[in-house]
């Protein structure tokens, strides 16, 4: 299992389909022709985005 995986509870089909349609999912960066990885400071970006917009889901409820 992949590091970026480890640390996000997502499962490999959601991470993919975000990967492809959120614009502000960390751009993936090609390491061998079937691997792909992600910087460290772009997944810690992507959590705090996503813990930000879970407190303000639940703030508003």
Same mark, same amino acid.
């Not at 993919?16 to 691997?35: G, T, V």
């Not at 460290?40 to 992507?46: G, K, Q, T, V």
């Given at each position: 299992?992949?590091?970026? =995986?480890?640390?996000?509870?997502?499962?490999?089909? %959601?991470?993919?389909?975000?990967?492809?349609?959120?614009?502000?999912?960390? =751009?993936?960066? %090609?390491?061998?022709?079937?691997?792909?990885?992600?910087?460290?400071?772009?997944?810690?970006?992507?959590?705090?985005?996503?813990?930000? =917009?879970?407190?303000?889901g639940?703030?508003?409820?």
């Amino acid at each position: 299992m992949s590091l970026a =995986q480890d640390i996000t509870p997502q499962l490999n089909v %959601k991470w993919y389909r975000a990967m492809h349609r959120d614009p502000l999912f960390p =751009q993936p960066i %090609k390491l061998s022709e079937r691997c792909i990885g992600f910087r460290e400071a772009d997944i810690d970006a992507l959590i705090e985005r996503l813990t930000t =917009q879970a407190a303000e889901g639940v703030r508003d409820a």
